[in-house]
């Protein structure tokens, strides 16, 4: 029995090894630390499109290709590029009717229904373009969504806020218990990106103001699961 435990005892600190991490000798502290970076979001996304209604389906429909063909034409002119411009959605249904809660409900017509997802890389011009696009007939608007094109900075930056954070905490730890921080044996990472206050699409009822659409911030975090050895 003494020999069996003997060979355990050894096997530990070999197994430790050939996964690339040395055997704790001191005390095992694991630290969970979460880092945030904010920035101002610079692209938005948003659905806009047209729903039309006639007696007949081919009639709706081709009401509704005439007035998205004139929505695409002036997203062409503000200068949105045809690789941002996406159809999301196309439906034709029928309307029904019904004269009498007791009677058979009937078609009264049809409701055509296109649209695309665009997306703005000018989020300040986001509001004036989607004024022009209701000119145009667009009838149909959602969003926006906001995003931030490129975190790899902010999130570069969100990940030393963590590691800082983890070990001002390990020293602390340390101190309370007495002991020191030996040095850090592990650092693994899960990272996420928390939108900030959801920005409004507003339409100004006077005609002379335009519509704006406000980006606020996002913040983008990292969590690091960070294990140090105390002595």
């Known amino acids: 029995m003494r ?40 692209v938005a996304r948003i659905g806009a499109g047209v729903v039309t209604a006639a007696p007949s389906a081919a009639a709706a429909a081709a009401q509704n290709a005439t007035q998205m063909a004139a929505v695409r034409a002036a997203l062409r002119r503000a200068g949105v590029a045809d690789r941002d411009i996406q159809t999301s959605s196309l439906s034709l249904s029928p309307d029904y009717r019904q004269e009498t809660p007791n009677a058979p409900s009937t078609i009264a017509g049809y409701r055509a229904s296109n649209e695309v997802t665009v997306t703005f890389r000018d989020v300040a011009a986001a509001g004036r373009i989607l004024d022009a696009l209701v000119a145009q007939g667009a009838n149909q608007i959602n969003g926006p969504n906001l995003s931030i094109e490129h975190p790899e900075a902010a999130l570069d ?20 218990a007495g002991k020191r921080v030996v040095r850090m ?18 339409m100004r009822a006077a005609a002379q103001e335009a519509t704006t659409v406000d980006p606020g911030s996002q913040t983008l975090s990292v969590t690091l699961n960070v294990t140090f050895e105390l002595d």
């Not at 530990?12 to 001191?26: I, K, M, N, S, V």
């Not at 044996?185 to 507003?202: L, N």
């Open 3 to 42: 020999l069996i435990l003997a060979a355990c005892l050894l096997a530990l600190p070999a197994a430790a090894a050939a996964q690339g991490e040395a055997p704790l000798h001191g005390t095992r502290l694991d630290i969970v630390a979460t880092g945030e970076a904010s920035r101002v979001p610079d």
């Open 157 to 176: 930056e969100a990940r030393v806020k963590a590691l800082a954070t983890a070990q001002a905490r390990a020293q602390l730890y340390a101190r309370a």
């Open 185 to 202: 044996v592990s650092i693994s990472e899960s990272g996420s990106a928390s939108p900030g206050p959801v920005p409004m699409y507003r």
